[in-house]
């Protein structure tokens, strides 16, 4: 078994661990206690240092295989720690976004929704902290009626976007079967289901889809 393994995860995920905490320390003197919690990756600390412990006992057992075990299987060590990242699959795909996230280190008070909207595999790429912000998406679709076609299709959510001077909200679709099929809609979200509503002016339209395109899709 190459014991880089141990050395690259680790290595991966103690960084982090630490770069979680110079956040909570950056933020900590400027933002109230309940908009601390709210940050999504402060929850999630708890499971990444677990991990990190679970990487130095697998490596000390590695370490000190006897004779006997050196041919012990060593997808039994690999195993371990993909067994407990696919438990904790979720979490660890939201410590990701956090990081890339606009919010992560992010000291204003606003009226966006930040981290009480966040959706798994979310992140806030562009924020003025003042009038616009934008999400993005992976793995987000809606299944939404053509007005055209009066058929039902599958729509990749890619974007949606904040606007708070007009207190409006708008949401970039994709057609999962045809990538040029792509909208810019309003958005009004509900408590049991969301609406959406066709832009009629076309400065507007071209605001938005000039906000869309600065968003990093990645």
């Known amino acids: 078994m190459d014991s880089n393994l141990f050395k690259d995860e680790k290595n991966k995920y103690e960084k982090i661990y630490v770069d979680i905490n110079y956040a909570i320390n950056d933020i900590n ?26 990487i130095d006992t697998l490596e000390s057992k590695y370490n000190k295989k006897s004779i006997f075990k050196v041919f012990e299987k060593e997808d039994y060590y690999i195993n371990k720690l993909g067994k407990y990242k696919e438990e904790h699959e979720s979490h660890f795909k939201q410590i990701e976004n956090c990081l ?43 299944n939404l009626t053509n007005n055209d076609t009066n058929k039902e299709d599958i729509y990749k959510v890619l974007s949606t976007i ?27 979200p509900g408590i049991k289901e969301d609406n959406y509503g066709e832009i009629s002016d076309a400065c507007e339209f071209d605001y938005i889809a000039e906000i869309f395109n600065s968003c990093n899709l990645d």
């Open 29 to 54: 003197d400027f933002l109230s206690e309940d908009k601390i919690k709210q940050r999504k990756y402060i929850s999630r600390l708890n499971i990444l240092k677990d991990y990190i412990n679970l």
């Open 100 to 142: 890339k996230c606009s919010c992560f280190r992010c000291i204003k008070e606003c009226n966006f929704d930040t981290c009480l909207g966040c959706r798994l595999n979310s992140k806030i790429v562009v924020c003025d902290h003042k009038n616009v912000n934008s999400t993005v998406y992976n793995d987000y679709t809606l």
């Open 162 to 188: 904040q606007v708070l001077n007009d207190n409006k909200r708008y949401i970039v679709i994709q057609n999962i079967h045809n990538y040029d099929e792509k909208y810019i809609l309003y958005h009004y």
